[in-house]
């Protein structure tokens, strides 16, 4: 990949809209752009002011054919999201208009831009950072509102200026140890004691980020949440309740759902990839079958189970096999169908299933009418994953390069307390710290892998 010339995309979703924006950056990008694009001010490309909307006519280059009438930006280097020039041409939204200004930008000699190729050349350019980077992906893909504050507040810096502050520290640490090796006849070495206090406050500020990890997995990911139960039950009741819809088809014949069904709902803020699952009995039918199979494997990848009984039947065997499959899981147990009687109260089930009365959640899920009990089932889902509140300035990490980069200082951290304790000398600690400082530059992509970077801008669309 060429670094500084100039590469063009349509950077909004391909389809009919009311306007599709095309972005050109690079050193050529005003001197491509103004083949094509003629302001009506009477003024060519170069000389309109920057960040400024101005209207245009864009004519193709060979013949000068009026191709749309558009708005054209052009926001001059550094002071653009990539740090380059950067051209941003606002068309009107269909395909085939879009498409043909950005065949002509190639003509005149832009290239296409690669995915993430924007974002990756911000990075480089020292306007963005790896978190920054991934937290712009991440609010792209949000699929809920605590996902996306929180990708937000990343986005703002908030999660790099917390990275970056303990980086701060480590990096004063190691001058510490630098000076004093340099100069011994005038600054004393520190103390067992000092050297601890230093150590352990880096150690313990890595290890209060690590312990943000799942929430801020839950925030962007979502709960994989699995309705598990035996036949008509009303699993599929269920899943239309919590996400006020007729997602799924709600029967009295027992075996209606042959597959998985799965639908993103928010609750609380949280997303839920809820799956409506087979229901699970011995059956002869080949495609129950393959039903019950599939319903099987989701629950084993479940974070969250929600286990449907009956409550206006006896717990049969089939309920107690399959809470036995799910029981070391996190289980929320939902006593469904209390407008038709329940024949027991909650000890009976707590006794027969082995398990907390806090588990239980009493629902009524009529095929018809206003479903009850989902309103306690929602706050006990937000209570057992987002335990406490969040405040607007809490900012999570959120995806396993962050966090093994991050364990990966931790235990440099820890080395290090240890190495403190067996009387290690302050030069050798140095080398340690340096080690520590780099392992902390990974997170933010200051000192990363180019392999790595790829892997994260390689997440993006072409435009982005």
Known sequence: MKVFDTIAAIATPIGVGGIAIIRISGDSAEECAQNIVFPKCGKAISYIESHKLTLADVKRASDG?????VLVAVMRSPHSYTGETVVEINCHGGHLVAEAILEELFKCGARQAEAGEF???????????LLRAEATIDLIHSNSELGQENAARALSGKLSEKVNKIR??????????????DYPDEIDEMSDEELN????KISADIDEMLKGFKKGKIMRDGIMTVIAGRPNVG???LLNAISRSERAIVTDIPGTTRDTVEEYVTVKGIALRLIDTAGI????????????ERAKDKMSQAELCLFVVDASDDISKEDLEIFRYIKDRNVIIIL?????????DFDYYAKVLDTDKENFVLTATPKSGKASGIDVLEEKIAERFMAGTISKDDVFISNDRQKDALIKA???ADNMKAAISAGMPNDMLYIDLEELVSALGEVTGVTVQDEIIDKVFERFCVGK
Request: aromatic share 4%; hydrophobic share 35%; no cysteine.
């Open 168 to 181: 701060g520290e480590a990096i004063g640490f190691a001058a510490n140890l630098s000076a004093i090796a």
């Open 65 to 69: 054919a009026v191709l749309d009438e």
């Open 119 to 129: 974002t990756r050349r911000a990075f480089m350019n020292g306007k963005t950072d």
């Open 281 to 292: 009995r011995e059956s002869q039918n080949s495609v129950e079958q393959i039903g019950i």
């Open 197 to 200: 206090e230093r150590i352990e």
């Open 336 to 344: 469904n169908k209390t407008d038709k009687g329940g024949k027991h």
């Open 410 to 412: 931790k235990q440099i």
């Open 235 to 237: 699993k599929s009741s």
